[in-house]
């Protein structure tokens, strides 16, 4: 019995990257090519751990024997635990590992281009062609929880927990990973982020030709940011940092030239946009601003001085402020991305003390997640879905548990391999649909897994 079928779609897909040529050129002291367990077995097989939910070394004792995963992912051999630790702390340490990774990652998004779904801005109620169409590039922070270790680089982070605080950057409102650097806990989020958010334009620009939209939260607030966002061609949204300004100052600005709504009794919103000069030398800015006064509280309670909220946002959009606002609180969907990352693949606890290995995890974690994601995006492509829901985007644990821990039994038939699939399995139309798009047409005919249903074995079938 196979129990994570899903890794043969997993394998089908690193087929299409030349990491494992670039991999095998990577030379090391005291390691040769022609090793035992080459670099790319390493970094293969635990690409498939990740994709099944596992990122502790340990995981790979179980599937040293499994002749189905050796198989799937392409694999000369499987490496122990301890290798496979040894081997990652060395491949950590190469100037040129990390780079390779997240060059093949954007080589991966600009194959699946096509997938990626920009937000339809509406200029003009009358005009349906006058729509702004941006793609977002969300970057944002959030710390990994690795509290009672004393791993390198764990510190107390602004969230009180001891961990790390990585950088992602997320591009399309499905969430595909550009960019992810690790970063030590108690690092202040703009201090690498001039190199982060330099090498998330720098691949989303490689992978699309789609008008960028940059958000970014409050401690992003910089004249850097907005200087590399301009010198790409890129728009942004970055909340602005009030740091000592007065929320009175900007209530009375907001009363004379702001819009004004009520609710609800006891409470006014304003919002408004303001142009700023001399922020940027050829492009204008504007900066966005959203009051909220509170003289009622919901419960009933009249206070005895108003309660004031503001948010204000620099923007290189001429849009109305309303619209504004609605595309910054769109930036919030990442915080499902992280999720996603650390609770359903199991990231967040990282596997090893070295911090550069752990770089390393976090480099093909990224890889692993943008695998799922695809593949979950393409399972709704279908229409042999056995649910019918109005879903967008699937979670990556849903896409682990109905695509990748895809149960089924490999036979012996005239000399061949076979993975038999039950005929009644609900998802077993959408599990061959995609081997059928994802395998080469060389392989329809020499791969060693034939796709068959359970219970006709004796039947004719379709060679893959």
């Not at 998004?109 to 941006?134: C, E, G, Y």
């Not at 922070?141 to 982070?157: A, I, W």
């Not at 509280?297 to 309660?307: L, V």
Request: with cysteine; charged share 20%; hydrophobic share 35%.
């Amino acid at each position: 019995m196979i129990s994570a079928s899903g890794l043969l779609l997993i394998g089908e897909l690193l087929q299409s990257l030349n990491l494992h040529k670039r991999l095998h050129f990577l030379s090391m002291p005291g390691l040769t090519s022609s090793a035992a367990i080459s670099h790319r077995d390493v970094v293969y097989s635990y690409l498939g751990l990740l994709s099944q939910g596992k990122n502790d070394f340990d995981w790979m004792e179980e599937s040293r024997g499994d002749v189905f995963f050796q198989q799937s992912l392409g694999l000369q051999g499987v490496a122990s635990s301890p290798t496979l630790r040894q081997r990652f702390n060395q491949l950590a340490q190469h100037p040129e590992t990390l780079p390779l990774i997240w060059e093949e990652n954007t080589r991966f998004l600009k194959q699946r281009s096509s997938s990626l779904t920009p937000t339809v801005v509406s200029t003009d109620t009358t005009q349906k062609a006058d729509d702004l169409s941006l793609l977002p590039l969300d970057v944002d922070h959030s710390p990994f929880d690795n509290s009672g270790t004393k791993k390198e680089g764990v510190r107390f982070t602004y969230k009180k927990i001891e961990g790390y605080n990585p950088a992602f950057a997320y591009l399309g409102e499905e969430g595909h990973l550009v960019y992810a650097q690790l970063h030590e806990g108690n690092e202040h989020v703009q201090k690498s982020m001039p190199e982060v958010l330099q090498q998330a334009l720098t691949s989303a620009k490689e992978i699309t030709s789609e008008r960028l939209c940059v958000r970014m939260d409050g401690g992003n607030d910089a004249q850097e940011n907005l200087e590399l966002c301009d010198d790409h061609g890129a728009d942004f949204i970055i909340k602005r940092n009030p740091r000592r300004e007065s929320p009175e100052a900007w209530l009375a600005h907001a009363e004379q030239h702001g819009t004004a709504s009520n609710p609800r009794e006891g409470k006014t919103i304003y919002t408004g946009r303001i142009s700023v000069s001399g922020v940027l030398e050829e492009r204008p800015v504007y900066q966005v601003y959203r009051l909220v006064v509170r003289t009622i509280m919901k419960d009933g309670q009249i206070n005895m001085f108003p309660d004031i909220e503001f948010q204000r946002f620099w923007t290189s959009l001429d849009l109305p402020a309303e619209t504004i606002i609605h595309l910054y609180k769109q930036h919030g969907t990442c915080e499902q991305f992280h999720s996603e990352l650390k609770s359903d693949m199991d990231v967040e606890r990282f596997p090893s003390g070295t911090f550069a290995t752990n770089a390393l995890v976090l480099a093909l974690g990224s890889l692993a997640y943008n695998l799922l994601r695809s593949i979950g995006q393409d399972v709704l492509r279908g229409n042999d879905l056995p649910v019918s829901k109005n879903v967008f985007r699937q979670r990556l644990k849903t896409v682990i548990q109905h695509m990748i821990l895809f149960a089924s039994r490999m036979v012996q038939h005239a000399r061949e391999q076979r993975l038999s699939l039950f005929r009644g399995h609900p998802w077993k139309a959408c599990f061959a649909r995609l081997f059928h798009r994802y395998a080469p047409p060389h392989k329809k005919t020499t791969y060693p897994l034939l796709l068959q249903p359970l219970l006709s074995i004796s039947e004719p079938i379709e060679t893959l």
